[in-house]
């Protein structure tokens, strides 16, 4: 559970940045480690419901599959 860190009320968390340029694609952050390992997972979003702040983070538990 996410707060809005404006308004601090609850955010919407069932949210993903699209490409609209590319209609299959979704944004993706890929983490590297010291030896160029990466690791790639879907970025989202939470969007709060009353004042509209939106924040992208990653779940770290859940990554893509290459």
């Known amino acids: ?3 809005c ?3 601090h ?3 919407d968390e069932e949210s993903y940045i699209i490409d ?3 209609s ?3 944004l ?3 983490k590297k480690d010291k030896n160029y390992h990466r690791e790639k997972y879907p970025l989202k979003a939470a969007v709060c419901p009353d004042c509209g702040h939106v ?3 990653i779940d770290a ?3 893509c599959s290459q």
Do not use: A
């Open 61 to 63: 538990i859940k990554k």
């Open 24 to 26: 299959i694609s979704d």
């Open 5 to 7: 860190p404006l308004c």
């Open 1 to 3: 559970m996410r707060k």
């Open 9 to 11: 009320q609850i955010m």
């Open 55 to 57: 924040e992208l983070y």
């Open 20 to 22: 609209q340029g590319v």
């Open 28 to 30: 993706v952050l890929i």
